[in-house]
């Protein structure tokens, strides 16, 4: 199983980024996935997950409204697009997949500063 992520960079406040993580090495069409994060010092928490089949999608309250989690079954990709941007954003972003067993990426940095 291989997750990875990549579109993290430095961005302005207010500006916007658009992460993608691609997967490989298990059925991404019945895996759920999800986008975490963890800022320096602080705990692992959720950003988002969406269903295996797109339909459903949940979002943490800090991020609602300004994020989006959507998923390319047919390119085994699931994306997280991110606007509206605040310096509270910065940490690394994490993607996981859930099949019965959790499985991580290795992380992309988000910076939001002027």
Known sequence: VQLVE??????????????????????????????FRQALGS???????????????????????RFTI????????????MNSLRPEDTAVYYCKAWTGADYWGQGTQVTVSS
């Open 70 to 81: 959507f998923r390319d079954n047919t390119e085994n990709t699931v994306y997280l697009q």
């Open 6 to 35: 990549s579109g993290g960079a430095l961005v302005q406040p207010g500006g916007s980024l658009r992460l993608s993580c691609a997967a490989s090495g298990f059925t991404f069409s019945r895996a759920v996935m999800s986008w």
């Open 43 to 65: 705990e692992r928490e959720l950003v988002a997950t969406i269903s295996t089949d797109a339909r459903n999608a949940a979002y943490g309250d800090s991020v609602k409204g």
